[in-house]
T-cell receptor, first 113, second 112 residues
């Protein structure tokens, strides 16, 4: 059974640019959550999608957005990148129950110069 | 806002030693999960505790959920270098809260 796949694994951008990250969940999983991980703040919740609908959203500015497709694959976009957006972005999938186990991908390491 | 405080933040021990890490909150959680994250990888679930006072054992790891469901601990017996990693606790609220709240983690290093 394939795990959660995130692409790209590493990327470098400059301030003001935008970036799109992709996440393919485990087959059969309908929920996809996105987290930002930094050494200072730990894992911070960005948003969660279930059946193409955003079900919950964290406290991030509108520059951070996401979407989910009918095949449950998800993308997140960050526009007008800032230095502080440098982080590991983790995607996690689950069957969809609110407190069930999350299966994480290896993450996308974003560096903003 | 539900917050989870983990302590210690960093822990470096020798192989064979025992250790305990803590996860505390002022909020009540319906369940609490522990994850371990190794360098370059995403977190992997170790255990979920649901009932106040519950104790679960996973080989040399013992997890306990506080009676009031506000805190949890992870005890490792005879630590091994393979236990090295970032240990994260995550709490789930009841009702319509669809997300998990993560602590910042305890970075454990077990030296051979």
């Amino acid at each position: 059974k394939a795990g959660v796949t995130q692409t790209p694994r590493y990327l470098i951008k400059t301030r003001g640019q935008q970036v799109t990250l992709s996440c393919s969940p485990i087959s059969g999983h309908r929920s996809v959550s996105w987290y930002q991980q930094t050494p200072g703040q730990g894992l911070q919740f960005l948003f969660e999608y279930f059946s193409e609908t955003q079900r919950n959203k964290g406290n991030f500015p509108g520059r951070f957005s996401g979407r989910q497709f009918s095949n449950s694959r998800s993308e997140m976009n960050v526009s007008t990148l800032e230095l502080g957006d440098s982080a590991l972005y983790l995607c996690a999938s689950s069957f969809g129950q609110t407190t069930g186990e999350l299966f994480f991908g290896e993450g996308s390491r974003l560096t903003v110069l | 806002t539900q917050l989870l405080e983990q302590s210690p933040q960093f822990l470096s021990i020798q192989e064979g030693e025992n250790l305990t890490v803590y996860c505390n909150s002022s909020s009540v959680f319906s369940s609490l999960q522990w994850y371990r994250q190794e360098p370059g990888e995403g977190p992997v679930l170790l255990v979920t505790v649901v009932t106040g006072g519950e104790v679960k054992k996973l080989k040399r790891l013992t997890f306990q959920f506080g009676d009031a469901r506000k805190d949890s601990s992870l005890h490792i017996t005879a630590a091994q270098p393979g236990d090295t990693g970032l240990y994260l606790c995550a709490g789930a609220g009841g009702g319509s809260n669809y997300k998990l709240t993560f602590g910042k983690g305890t970075l454990l290093t077990v030296n051979p």
